[in-house]
């Protein structure tokens, strides 16, 4: 598999060391947003290719940990708003 555009926007915002808030708030580019798009409307009209059913898969698989992680921001900001 190779490294798609969305894995490189997390790995990158990762390596920069978000806070909660950031994670909570984050959003994929609006050319990742696209390309998921995209591969998701030829899913169900023309088809895709072996390597972008792989490439829509992982994106989809990314999407997931990132929601999960977004959650988990979203606990973490709230024990810390009821602590003050």
Same mark, same amino acid.
């Given at each position: 598999? =190779?490294?798609?555009?969305?894995?490189?926007?997390?790995?990158?915002?990762?390596?920069?060391?978000? =806070? =909660?808030?950031?994670?909570?708030?984050?959003?994929? =580019?609006?050319?990742?947003?696209?390309?998921?798009?995209?591969?998701?409307?030829?899913?169900?009209?023309?088809?895709?290719?072996?390597?972008?059913?792989?490439?829509?898969?992982?994106?989809?698989?990314?999407?997931?940990?990132?929601?999960?992680?977004?959650?988990?921001?979203?606990?973490?900001?709230?024990?810390?708003?009821?602590?003050?």
């Amino acid at each position: 598999m =190779s490294v798609t555009r969305a894995y490189e926007e997390v790995i990158d915002f990762i390596a920069a060391g978000p =806070s =909660s808030r950031g994670v909570a708030e984050y959003r994929p =580019s609006e050319a990742t947003r696209a390309r998921a798009v995209d591969l998701l409307t030829r899913e169900k009209t023309t088809g895709l290719t072996p390597e972008e059913t792989d490439e829509l898969s992982s994106t989809l698989r990314l999407e997931h940990i990132m929601r999960l992680a977004k959650a988990r921001a979203r606990q973490h900001l709230a024990a810390e708003h009821q602590a003050l």
